[in-house]
Structures are given as C-alpha cells and as structure tokens.
C-alpha cells in the first residue's frame, strides 16, 4: 500500500470515528429537546461530507495504484525477456528492419538511424544478414517449390550443425521361467550423428531502372528468385547429394538405404511397387509416401492388367476430400528423383519425417554487388545461407531399383 492511501486512510478512519461521536450526540440533543442543536446539525453535516469526500479519494487512489501496478508489472515483464542473452534481436520491430533491408537492397546505403535495426555480416565479404521475417518467407517459398523439405523432419540451429542420437544397436526380449535365471540383455546401443550444415549460395542481377522504380516489389520479387535457386540447389542434394560439402541424398549408395526390385529390368510394374511399400516395416507405414518425379507417375498411372485395364486410379477421394493416394498411401512429385532406366531407382517409400533430417542455420547473409554487373546495368545480389541434410534412420524408408 502507499503512503499516499495509508494517510487516506487514517484520516477516514478519524474522521468516521470523529463523525460517529458528534451523530451520537446530536441525537442525544434531539431525544432530550425534540431537535437538534443547529450548530451541532452543522457540524456534523459538514463531517459526514468530509467523510464522504474521503471515501472517494480513497477509491480513486486505489483505483490509480491498482493502474499502476499493472503497469509496473508489464514493464517488469517486458525487461526479463529484452535482459535474456538471445533479446537483442528481438528489440528491433520486424518492420523497420524490413524498411532498411529494403532501402538497402535497393541504394546499397541506409541511413544512419536505420542501419542500426540490420545486422552486418560476420563473413569476409561484407554484407548484412536478412531479417528473420525475410528469412521465414524465403524457407516458406522454397518449401514449396522443393517438396522433400514438407516431408522431412526440419531442425533449426545458429550453429555449424547438429548431433542427434541415433541406435546402433538393439536386443531382443527373451521368455523365461517364473523362478528362471534372467541374464543381462546385451546389444543395445546408440551413439551421436553429426550434421552439418553446408554453405549453398544464390545469386540474382536486378536491373538499376526498376530498383529506382519505387512501385517495383523488390523485396518480393528477389525473395522469389532466391527461393527457386536455393529450392534447385536443395531439391538435388536431398535426393542424390553425395554429402562432400553438401547433403547426403537418400538416394546416395552410401545413405545406407536398401532397396527392392522392381521384377522388371526396364520398367516399373504393379508387384514391384506393391512389394516395395510392404517391405518397410509396419510401424512406419502410418506416415509413409512415395516420392517420384512427374515422369515416373506418368508411367505408373499407364500400367494395366492382364485385360487392358489401369491398376492405379488415383484422385481426390470426393467423399472426404482426402489427399490423392496410390495403393492407399498419399505421393509427393520431386523433380530431381531419377526417370526410370536399367539400375535406376525411380522411386522411394516410406516414412522421411523419421528417415531424413534437415537443418538450417538460421541466418542468412545477402551481399550487394554493383560493380561486376555494371556494364549490363545490373545491381547483382549474392544470397549466402548454411542448409545440411542427410538419412538418420535408414529403415524408415526404402527405393526401387529397377531390376528384375
């Protein structure tokens, strides 16, 4: 409580017992003469008013230190989380750090107040890091675009990498005698994965007129080009990278993945592809697709059988509006998975949340150029980010190889 409403109140607690004594006696007076002495009903007319007035300031103070302790309680808040070591970035409001990536995308200079929401780079080249809400954006666009990503389980770290858990080895459960002799169970095992995330650059020439046309969306139209270099350039690591200096694809013979055949030396067949989903083991088929370029559906959606007519029907389940399925189970189309050919392995199946792993170093650093390209009169923009990849659970999925 504060001075101020403590005072307050140690008047109106007087005051009141001031009043209660002089009431008592005018009615005292009143009971004796039948009324109240005129002086004494004034007086104690003039107490209850002050008495009132005190109340009301009382409320009134309250109500103010009940405002300001709600206040003081926000601000208090509100410095815990800006006085945590990861805060500064977060005291900057997204749109003015937006305003001045912008502005400096498009002048190569910011003004002074400004320049201090973006952060430089910490490489040789210079540059500055994009805003985190530009950053967000882009991954947005490339995941669309580079479908592996929807399907694979996707970390995020401000590190050169990651570790994550994996088993190495496991034991079986053994049967025994109620008073049988139990040995130790052995075999079990596990150990740490590192993966690392690689540098993958972009890189984008915009032209000085339409940079200096301000009705131009540059921001927006340079997020969109980034987002197709960086989706090409992670759509074919993920699937065949070979892991130097870039992801390990899971199509990559040494990703460790197995495969099945396809009963064909040359092409797909229904069996084929019926004995690949029903190799992976059950507890992975709950979350399990198949992946395949758009040539490769083309071709499966031809297969017939014996009477000329298609195996696979695939289409919206009208009924539900459940997702297009083959065999039951729903597909991803990826550009960068193999046509079909002698040894090839076209398509893959499985669970990838648990089979693959992504990450994603969380910042990235845009470098504007505006000398390389001057004579073509082009401002050219190198986009640097760190993406790593790579099968964390081999099982989880499998491939066709097309062999008989």
């Excluded at 009301?56 to 926000?74: F, G, I, P």
């Excluded at 990559?252 to 993945?257: E, W």
């Excluded at 099968?391 to 999925?397: D, F, G, M, N, R």
């Amino acid at each position: 409580m504060s001075e101020e409403i403590k005072s307050l109140v140690d008047d109106l607690t007087k005051g009141f017992e001031d009043f209660k004594v002089e009431n008592k006696n005018r009615l005292e007076e009143i009971e004796k003469k039948g009324h109240a002495d005129p002086i004494l009903q004034e007086k104690v007319d003039k107490m209850s008013e002050d008495v009132a007035k005190l109340a009301e300031e009382k409320q009134s103070a309250e109500l103010a230190q009940k405002n300001l302790d709600e206040v003081t309680a926000k601000v208090e808040k509100l410095e815990t989380v800006l006085n945590r070591p990861d805060a500064e970035s977060k005291k900057i409001e997204p749109d003015v750090q937006m305003k001045a990536f912008g502005a400096w995308l498009r002048k190569g200079e910011v003004d002074p107040e400004e320049k201090k929401a973006l952060y430089e780079s910490d490489d040789t080249l210079g540059g500055f890091y994009a805003p985190t809400e530009y950053v967000a954006d882009l991954i947005k666009s490339v995941t669309e675009i580079s479908p592996i990503r929807s399907i694979a389980r996707v970390r995020q770290t401000d590190k050169r990498g990651i570790e994550v858990p994996k088993r190495t080895g496991q034991f079986s459960a053994s049967w025994v005698a109620e008073t049988g002799t139990r040995s130790e169970t052995t075999g079990y095992t596990t150990g740490l994965m590192s993966i690392d995330a690689h540098e993958c650059y972009a890189l984008v020439d915009m032209s000085q007129a339409m940079l200096e046309d301000t009705a131009f969306n540059m921001e927006s139209e340079m997020n969109s080009e980034f987002a197709e270099q960086f989706a090409k350039a992670e759509g074919t690591a993920f699937v065949s990278g070979n892991g130097v200096g870039r992801p390990l694809g899971f199509t990559d013979s040494t990703a460790g993945v197995s495969s099945t055949n396809s009963g064909s030396g040359s092409a797909l067949t229904a069996n084929g592809l019926l004995d690949l989903a029903y190799a992976v083991k059950s507890e992975y088929l709950r979350n399990s697709r198949f992946v395949m370029n758009r040539t490769t559906f083309g071709k499966l959606l031809q297969l017939e059988d014996s009477e000329g007519q298609k195996i696979f029907h695939v289409g919206l389940n009208l009924v539900n509006g459940a997702p297009s399925t083959i065999i039951g189970f729903p597909y991803v189309l990826a550009t960068d998975m193999p046509d079909i050919a002698g040894s090839a392995k076209p398509v893959a199946f499985g669970d990838f949340s648990r089979a693959y792993t992504i990450v994603d170093r969380v910042s990235m650093s845009v470098l504007r150029d505006p000398y390389s390209q001057s004579t073509s009169g082009n401002i050219r923009y190198v986009a640097r980010r760190r993406v790593g990849g790579t099968v964390v659970l081999a099982e989880a999925i499998r491939l066709q190889n097309i062999s008989s």
